[in-house]
């Protein structure tokens, strides 16, 4: 039984002459932002990767298939529509053998992207170990995903809102490789600096590409994860950002909000409690990190 995929002509033609391609995913659509900004992210994120040299493929679960690529008309039906389900690998194939219409998280896209043949895929932020997962037990399937599926995936770091230390100390745990871009400190999606090291630095796309090549000769299962640091211009510093986080988790402690709900409750608390600047930071980061994947994709496409 084929994989059930169907491609956008764009993606379709890219597979076609071997030109990059670079998957992105569709939950920072529908459960990442508000109408219409997500729409316009959406476009914008795009946009860079064209601008850059590959084609996107954002990928979203429709009609039983897999679909890798959105048409104009098909990303704002996405963006406009209510109560899409966010769909990780727990879910993918119930999803598709009932035919629901979902949007794929880090986790689902890699394993879309693999199936679809896409070796890069760009986002925000990773899920990692929620604070409090001593007790709770809430750690994302992203971080067996980077563990399991070979996919490069460039984000700014894990979301803020979690436990970095505890994500990066699973993460390593893995065997993933966590690369920072351009300096020595590991990103913390709103914020440059988490005052956590980053494991490894690479700070050409080629070289992260090569890295990519090497696990692939090595038979090392998984990706990487490239830890890109939001534009400096569209920063908010770590130590603004703590009390808002702290806020917006109390809030969600109180109201019992849990499971798959999480982030994105959180999310809109702090962009509520920082007057849209967390999210014009968002914004900025994903077009930052598209930009960069596409590079890399060019350079894997260089053979």
């Known amino acids: 039984m084929a994989p059930p995929l169907a491609f956008s002509a764009d993606v379709a033609a890219a597979?076609?002459?071997?030109?990059?391609v670079v998957a992105l995913e569709s939950t920072i659509i529908t459960h990442g932002m508000p109408f219409p900004q997500n729409l316009e992210t959406a476009r914008a994120v795009e946009a860079e990767v064209r601008a850059a040299g590959a084609v996107p493929a954002t990928i979203a679960v429709s009609g039983g298939r897999i679909r890798v690529g959105l048409d104009a008309d098909a990303l704002e039906a996405l963006a406009a529509a209510p109560d899409v389900r966010k769909l990780s690998r727990a879910d993918l194939a119930v999803a598709l053998a009932e035919g629901w219409t979902g949007a794929t998280t880090?986790?689902?896209?890699?394993?879309?992207?693999r199936l679809a043949g896409i070796e890069v895929f760009a986002t925000g932020g990773i899920g990692g170990v929620h604070r409090g997962a001593e007790t709770s037990f809430d750690v994302s399937a992203d971080l067996s995903e980077l563990a399991a599926t070979p996919v490069t995936v460039v984000a700014s770091g894990a979301k803020a809102i979690l436990d970095l230390a505890k994500t990066l100390e699973v993460l390593e745990t893995l065997g993933v490789p966590v690369i920072a871009v351009g300096q020595d400190a590991l990103p913390a999606f709103w914020s440059r600096d988490s005052g956590l090291p980053a494991p490894l630095r690479l700070d050409d796309p080629g070289a992260i590409a090569r890295a990519h090549r090497m696990r692939g000769w090595l038979g090392l299962p998984g990706g990487q994860l490239v830890a890109n640091p939001i534009p400096?211009?569209?920063?908010?510093?770590?130590?603004?950002?703590?009390?808002?986080?702290?806020?917006?988790?109390?809030?969600a402690e109180a109201e019992g909000v849990a499971a798959k709900a999480?982030?994105?409750?959180?999310?809109?608390?702090?962009?509520?409690?920082?007057e849209g600047r967390a999210l014009a930071a968002n914004i900025a980061l994903v077009r930052n990190n598209a930009r960069l994947a596409a590079r890399i994709a060019v350079e894997l496409a260089k053979g």
């Open 232 to 251: 400096v211009e569209a920063e908010i510093p770590a130590a603004e950002m703590a009390p808002h986080i702290a806020a917006a988790l109390a809030r």
């Open 15 to 20: 597979r076609a002459s071997g030109a990059p």
């Open 262 to 274: 999480v982030t994105p409750f959180l999310l809109a608390e702090i962009g509520r409690a920082t």
């Open 106 to 113: 880090v986790a689902a896209t890699m394993i879309c992207a």
